[in-house]
């Protein structure tokens, strides 16, 4: 089992705020913002809409809440992982999806954050990043997801916009820029899909989808 090394890196606190239905994210100088995750969901929304009309409500929420419940548990043990701790492994299908992301995880070291809630004051928005580390040695903002197929990568556009939001938010709070994202996908009974891009790649299509927020949402 490989020893991560953690770098100590001092942020800003920031809490999570109901606000008029709304979860926000407050800084310690009162300003609120909404998560990336949230202004992204208008991306795809169309084709989700669409999904959730051709399955049916009930199995769709069927299918979201396994597929939350799938998440929350292998980035659990990937955190554990990366904090050099152990943790049981509760049954074979998690052990296989951690399995197969094991060789990829031992690329990383030199970690930073590790869910972590970050802020822009630029951008207006905050979030809670996966994973700032290095990734084959170039200081990264890795993401780590879980899917029942393949994607193509045409599907997570928001992925990378999620992650440049957060790439952005780590050098406004600490000076260091970082210019890699790493989308690493643990997918059901398939190899795993590691995807490569560039921050600035996606500042455009990020902005895009925050203005369009701010249009519709006032708090």
């Known amino acids: 089992m490989k020893h991560f090394n953690h770098v100590n890196i001092d942020l800003p606190s920031i809490k ?17 913002y909404p998560s990336v995750t949230t202004v ?12 959730r009309k051709r399955v049916g409500n009930e199995e769709a929420n069927r299918i979201s809440v396994a597929a939350t ?21 509760e049954n074979n299908l998690d052990l296989n999806r951690f399995f197969s992301l094991e060789p990829y995880l031992e690329n990383i070291d030199n ?28 200081l990264s903002v890795i993401d780590f997801k879980t899917a029942s197929k393949a994607k193509k990568k045409e599907w997570i556009h928001s992925y990378f916009m999620q992650c440049a939001a957060y790439a952005i938010m ?12 790493v989308v690493m996908i643990s997918v059901e009974d398939d190899a795993p899909q590691i995807f490569f891009e560039k921050r600035d790649n996606w500042v455009k299509d990020l902005l895009y989808y925050r203005d369009l927020y701010e249009q519709n949402n006032s708090y």
């Open 170 to 181: 780590y050098e406004e709070r600490t000076k260091r820029p970082i210019t890699n994202l």
């Open 111 to 138: 970690i930073h954050v590790q869910e972590r809630p970050l802020y822009s004051d630029h951008l207006r928005l905050a979030g809670t990043v996966d994973c700032i580390a290095e990734y084959d040695g170039r």
């Open 16 to 32: 999570q705020v109901n606000l008029e239905s709304k979860r926000l994210y407050e800084t310690a100088t009162g300003n609120k």
């Open 69 to 89: 419940r799938r998440g929350t548990k292998i980035h659990s043990i990937i955190e554990s992982y990366l904090k050099n701790e152990d943790r049981p492994i």
């Open 40 to 51: 992204l969901s208008a991306h795809n929304k169309d084709a989700i809409v669409a999904w």
